[in-house]
């Protein structure tokens, strides 16, 4: 992780009619930072990440938000989402579907073929390189997803609840994945969650919000050596500290 | 070949052989009520032989009803291909655009829900007016006939586009342009093909209504003379003719739904 900051959030507003959802949030995330995002359901967390990459036509109603920077630009950042939900296109095959951003950002044929490869073998589905979503099972469509946002080289990987579909030991194994390729590629992250140990597991610093109108509740460090146990007393400390700060029971 | 792939194959072989099967049973059924128990006379319901018979002397033989049964054929597929292409190629984009763009959504879709529900033998009489009895006037007919579905199915089709596929698309950074033939039209291909079938199946019946009405040659016209003629023979031949045509006509389309439409997802 540098200093230079990847992303700066300011005073992040935004409402819908009369209703205030973020209010005035501000915070930074620094180049090849893995960030997480937890929040009690509900709170906004999905808005900020639509809000930051102007999905569903989003637009902050005050403050900014700068890549780099700029106003955020899709065509001119580098920027991939992966969704809480299914996302693998039907039609396509698992390498046709991580080919996808590469060719959208047109880049040459040699280096999608490359990049697909690498892709492949890095998220472990060569074999299954010609199936179609239809053909696999929940952890390897997430996969697909996951290697498709990878293999464009994101400045910045959005990640909102990618597992919150799956069980505990494919959550796990998902997460340890996830890390090694973060730690392998250094992209920035900024994953949203609702589960405090899958925070804790995964992170760099916490950003914990209220409830809504959501704003930064606490900022939290956490440098907890990796690779992380669950059953470090330290590990359990932070969860709890993270605990108690969104517990609304 | 993965296993999904041997078990389609499989379940394809299995379908094949019933379906012949099935239509050797009937075509069996059809000679012994005719040929051997002789149930109703045979200018009533002819037996299967008869009717090859009279399907091979029509395929030199211009009467009783004015051509040889290529001759009816040709006369048949030019105007069921000219209307049937005109409306899908009309149909489907006008459909896609509908779906897609709000404005013409809202400018269209008035004046197709107008004209939707209008029967196509409706358009019979004003397209005779409009056309005489000729080419035109049937293409026109046909075309209606096809253009109809091919609208609603493709506009359909692109509706059914899931919001997070076009999320993906724009946070890769593609264009309005990239996400209708990237993701929103292979989303909607497997319901375009629906449309395409279901327009052949019109256009063929509407086809043989328009020539029953009004033409000097084609398989409908075929069917109105001898029906006239109490020829049975030759009527079925005209029915199994376009039943054949049909079948190929189907076939084929499915033999190009296969090629584009991919993942298993087959309307």
Sequence with gaps: MSDEIKVKVSHMTKKFGDLLVLNDISFDVKTGEFLCVVGPTGCGKTTFLNCLTKLKAYELTGGEILINGEPVDLQKHNIAYIFQEYSSFPWATVEENIAYGLKVKKRPPEEIKERVEEMLQLVGLTEYRSYYPGQLSASMLQRVSIARAFAVQPELLLMDEPYGQMDNSLRYKLEDELIQLWQRTGTTVIFITHNIEEAVYLSQRILVLTNKPTSIKKEIDNNLPRPRDVTDPAFNQLRDEVTDLIKWW | ?267
């Design chain 2, 1 to 267: 070949m993965n296993e999904y792939a041997k078990q389609k194959r499989k379940e394809k072989i299995k379908f094949g052989i019933v379906s012949v099967i099935s239509l050797c049973l009937f075509f069996t059924i059809w000679y012994v009520c005719t040929a051997v128990l002789h149930l109703k006379p045979d200018y009533i319901l002819p037996s299967p032989v008869q009717v090859v018979e009279a399907f091979i002397d029509k395929l030199t033989r211009t009467a009783p009803d004015g051509a040889t049964i290529f001759g009816h054929i040709a006369a048949s597929l030019q105007v069921a291909l000219t209307g049937y292409l005109l409306g899908a190629l009309v149909g489907v984009p006008l459909g896609v655009a509908m779906a897609w763009f709000r404005r013409v959504d809202m400018f269209v879709t008035p004046l197709f829900d107008l004209i939707r529900p209008v029967p196509t033998i409706a358009w019979i009489p004003l397209m005779i007016l409009w056309f005489g009895i000729g080419l035109g006037a049937k293409a026109a007919i046909i075309f209606v006939s096809a253009f109809v579905p091919c609208v609603i199915n493709a506009y359909a089709g692109i509706k059914q586009t899931k919001p997070v596929h076009l999320w993906v698309a724009q946070t890769f950074g593609a264009s309005r342009k990239e996400m209708l033939f990237t993701v929103a039209i292979p989303t909607a291909l497997p319901l375009i093909f629906t449309g395409l079938r279901i327009s052949l199946g019109t256009a063929w019946m509407t086809l043989c209504a328009a020539e029953m009405l009004a033409s000097n040659k084609g398989l409908g016209y075929m069917i109105q003379v001898n029906r006239s003629l109490a020829r049975a023979d030759l009527i079925v031949v005209a029915m199994l003719t376009i039943g054949l045509i049909g079948t190929i006509f189907t076939v084929g389309l499915n033999a190009l739904e296969r090629k584009f439409v991919k993942g298993g997802r087959r309307g």
